[in-house]
């Protein structure tokens, strides 16, 4: 009889016991299946609820409250007392699917120079309606990996598992990071070329409403930036310093078509500083995008243009009367 591997499985929450719950209902559902693994749930909990305790001991979690706030005291401090042989991650509003687990082990078995392989991932709705397909399909491995993790392509990090062993070889998460700090700590993994990857759905990842989290997709930008200037400025990886610019500007990109979206649809029914507040993150840290899309026969131009007219319109109704 071949014993069960062991797979702590590291979840960071705050204050969200319902989506937790669907979160552990889904590590649990899994180990069910024939996976070849029993799942150690090790709960960060850096909102110290009294509720979250309750869900962790309805699905058998050991619970870790953390006194710091941010993930990555969460995720460290699950870490630090996670006994299985291998460490996965799930965010506590994110779910897994069936079919995970499996082909990583299989993976890490034929592949002894990777300390962790991640998987597929897609977006959905706050429902966890999928909003498209399973993302990425082919990211490269060794260099061409940690290029395109620095052009855009970022692991989702519940589609991870990792040898236990890589905690002592690229550290915990770093807690100066409130945001990318996932990001930050595979790239640790992707520079040493210890990073793989199977093609296998892994994990619905949560969405939330659009336009709903400005002030986080401020924050976040900052940190992502920061995050590329750590590891994107090695030549070694580039062939000259023009590629440097240009995975720059890929790797925050998606906060530019945001933000992008944002000033769009408040120069239709918002005020004008409304839109300038929009288009004030990236005329920080994307001009070379923003200013081409502002004096181009864009859609973007054209929606300003409208605003502008109408804000006019609305200011001279006000002299009027």
């Known amino acids: 009889m071949t014993l069960k591997r062991r797979v702590s499985v590291v979840v960071p929450t705050f204050n969200r016991p319902a989506m937790l719950r669907q979160a552990l209902a889904s590590i649990r559902a899994l180990e069910r299946s024939d996976v070849g693994a029993t799942f150690e749930i090790v709960v960060g909990d850096n909102g110290l609820s009294d509720e979250t305790r309750r869900v962790c001991e309805d699905f058998g979690a050991v619970y870790v409250p953390v006194t710091e706030r941010n993930c990555s005291h969460a995720r460290n401090g699950a870490m630090a007392v996670a006994s299985g042989d291998y460490i996965t991650f ?4 994110d779910v897994w699917l069936p079919g995970h687990i499996a082909p990583h082990l299989a993976h890490l078995d034929a592949h002894p120079e990777h300390g962790a392989v991640f998987g597929q991932a897609v977006y959905t709705d ?3 309606n999928p909003l498209g397909d399973f993302w990425p399909e082919n990211p490269g491995s060794g ?3 940690t290029r395109n993790m620095l052009s855009g392509l970022f692991p989702q990090s519940g589609t991870v598992v990792a040898r236990r062993s890589v905690i002592d070889q690229v550290g915990y998460f770093d807690t100066g990071l ?3 700090q996932d990001l930050d700590w595979l790239l640790r993994l992707a520079t040493k070329n210890q990073f793989g990857f199977v093609k296998v759905p892994c994990i619905l990842f949560r969405g939330r409403p659009p336009g709903s989290s400005d002030a986080m997709q401020r924050k976040r930008i ?3 930036r ?3 200037l750590r590891y994107g400025l090695s030549l070694r990886l580039w062939k000259s310093p023009l590629a440097i610019v240009r995975a720059y500007h890929k790797m925050l990109f998606h906060y530019f078509e945001y933000f992008k979206a944002q000033a769009i649809r408040r120069a239709g029914d918002g005020t004008p500083a409304e ?3 929009a288009l004030a993150t990236p005329a920080l840290y994307l001009p070379l995008l923003l200013f081409p899309e502002i004096i181009g026969g864009t859609r973007l131009r054209a929606a300003l243009v409208a605003g502008a007219r109408r804000w006019l319109g609305m200011n001279r109704v006000e002299g009027a009367s």
């Open 275 to 277: 839109v300038a507040r």
């Open 143 to 145: 260099d061409e990996l």
């Open 90 to 93: 799930l965010d506590d509003d």
């Open 178 to 180: 409130v945001y990318g």
């Open 222 to 224: 900052g940190f992502d």
């Open 126 to 128: 706050p429902d966890l």
């Open 226 to 228: 920061q995050v590329f």
